[in-house]
């Protein structure tokens, strides 16, 4: 099993560009969520989702769009990026956070940076 | 309001020395902690998790310690070794129960 996968490691993007950062999943977990991470700082949840369809907003949503058209997917989408949001993103999955164990399985990050 | 945090942001040991990383979190209700190791460049590695009708809960090398009088939780890591070095989150689960809240982590250094 490849685990949680993160399309692409890294991008440059000027202001204003939109992108598209895609988490693959092959568990077959039902939540997947996106995070930031900046420097000092613990992972902020952005959005996430409980089931193919759904999408909920966490912590730090604006600014981004989610969606999660089949299972094992869940992408992130800056419409309009800005030099706040040069950071690292990390997707993660998990079976269920009502089971006894809800451990999160993340991905390797994405680095991304706003000029 | 839910909130998690670490006592220090950085911890300096000896090899084989046993390390302790601290942990306070604010919702009183909260039911569920992780704690998570993130090494250079690379996601965050779940390491133990406890509930909290659990006080105590081990793993290979790693203890987790949870009072819920004082709302802190710790992790112990037995004979620190070099490869232990990184930051560790403790993170707890959100009111809704669907996410984990992390803290801003504790980097810690180990050197032989």
């Known amino acids: 099993n490849a685990g949680v996968t993160q399309t692409p490691k890294f991008r440059v993007l000027k202001t204003g560009q939109s992108m598209t950062l895609l988490c693959a999943q092959d568990?077959?977990?039902?939540?997947m969520y996106w995070y930031r991470q900046d420097p000092g700082m613990g992972l902020r949840l952005i959005h996430y989702s409980v089931g193919e369809g759904t999408t909920a907003k966490g912590e730090v949503p604006d600014g981004y769009n989610v969606s999660r058209l089949k299972k094992q997917n869940f992408l992130l989408g800056l419409e309009s990026a800005a030099p706040s949001q040069t950071s690292v993103y990390f997707c993660a999955s998990s079976r269920n956070p009502n089971r006894d164990r809800d451990e999160q399985y993340f991905g390797p990050g994405t680095r991304l940076t706003v000029t | 309001g839910e909130s998690v945090g670490l006592h220090l942001p950085t911890l300096s040991v000896q090899e084989g020395d046993n390390s302790i990383i601290n942990c306070a979190y604010s919702?009183?209700?909260?039911?569920?902690f992780i704690w998570y190791k993130q090494e250079s460049g690379k996601g965050p590695q779940f390491i133990i998790d406890i509930r909290s009708n659990m006080d105590k809960r081990q793993g290979q090398r790693v203890t987790v310690l949870l009072n819920k009088t004082v709302k802190h939780l710790s992790l112990q890591i037995a004979a620190t070794q070099p490869g232990d070095s990184a930051v560790y989150f403790c993170?707890?689960?959100?009111?809704?129960?669907?996410?984990?809240?992390f803290g801003k982590g504790t980097t810690l250094s180990v050197s032989s």
């Open positions: 993170a707890e689960k959100n009111q809704a129960g669907t996410a984990l809240i």
């Open positions: 568990m077959n977990h039902e939540y």
């Open positions: 919702n009183s209700a909260s039911d569920y």
